[in-house]
């Protein structure tokens, strides 16, 4: 009995192999390309996420390292969302649409 169910599993995973497979197309990251000799701080995102917890804001989320060595990203004040980035000297701004 466990060699037939062995020898099962062994022909279904065989034709697994066979079958022909559908190929997802990948798209591409988007990433911004630094100038070479940018220098970037060490700030991570638990940091800034923090800072702005403390803040007051709400759910910082999609938070993203620019070039600029400023973090972008969402959040909620006062019951709206809203675009924020954190600059390098740590300040909290709200970004246009």
Same mark, same amino acid.
């Given at each position: 009995? /466990?060699?037939?169910?062995?020898?099962? @599993?062994? %022909? @279904?995973?065989?034709?697994?192999?066979? $079958?022909?497979?559908?190929?997802?197309?990948? %798209?591409?990251? &988007? !990433? @911004? @390309? =630094?100038?070479?000799?940018? $220098?970037?701080? *060490?700030?991570?995102?638990?940091?800034?996420?923090?800072?702005? #917890? *403390?803040?007051?804001?709400?759910?910082?989320? *999609?938070? /993203? *390292? +620019? =070039?600029?060595?400023?973090?972008? +990203?969402?959040? #909620?004040?006062?019951? !709206? &969302?809203?675009?924020? &980035?954190?600059?390098?000297? +740590? /300040? %909290?701004?709200?970004? +246009?649409?």
């Amino acid at each position: 009995m /466990r060699h037939k169910l062995i020898l099962s @599993a062994t %022909i @279904a995973v065989a034709a697994l192999l066979v $079958l022909p497979s559908r190929t997802i197309p990948l %798209i591409p990251v &988007a !990433q @911004a @390309a =630094c100038d070479p000799g940018t $220098l970037l701080d *060490k700030t991570t995102v638990d940091q800034i996420r923090d800072r702005l #917890i *403390k803040a007051g804001y709400k759910n910082p989320a *999609k938070l /993203r *390292k +620019g =070039c600029d060595n400023a973090w972008h +990203g969402t959040a #909620i004040k006062d019951g !709206q &969302a809203i675009n924020i &980035a954190v600059t390098s000297d +740590g /300040r %909290i701004v709200q970004e +246009g649409d």
